[in-house]
């Protein structure tokens, strides 16, 4: 029943800027964060970033800790995915999705994610 609705891709250049969004209705567990995944052709998916529904905990991946900053308006039902000095290995389909913190540390199984929006960094 949750559905969750990205806004926000498109094409950049290295180094600049974009700012994911991610409207969610329906159900989710309070135990659940929520955040992005991203795939690429070619490579493994990753679990980019993801912040507690309870207590706003947050996670990053490696690659783009420091460089992105994921927020939440709860007034909104809305998670916001902010990604700057972005590279080219950034381009991918990003999904945003809901599941256990666990999901995004190990690769496992989301609960639930959207259609994705695609983000492109060339030059």
């Known amino acids: 029943q949750v559905q969750l609705v990205e806004s926000g891709g498109g094409l950049v250049q290295p180094g600049g800027s974009l700012r994911l969004s991610c409207a969610a209705s329906g159900f989710i567990k309070d135990e659940y964060c929520i955040g992005w995944f991203r795939q690429a052709p070619g490579k493994e998916r990753e679990g980019v970033s993801c912040?507690?529904?309870?207590?706003?905990?947050?996670y990053y991946a490696d690659s783009v800790k420091g460089r992105f900053i994921i927020s939440r308006d709860n007034a909104k039902n809305t998670v916001y995915l902010q990604m700057n000095v972005l590279k080219p290995e950034d381009t991918a389909v990003y999904y945003c999705a809901t599941g256990h913190f666990s999901s995004w540390y190990f690769n496992g199984v989301y609960d639930s994610w959207g259609q994705g929006t695609q983000v492109t960094v060339s030059s």
């Open positions: 912040i507690s529904l309870t207590d706003g905990g947050t």
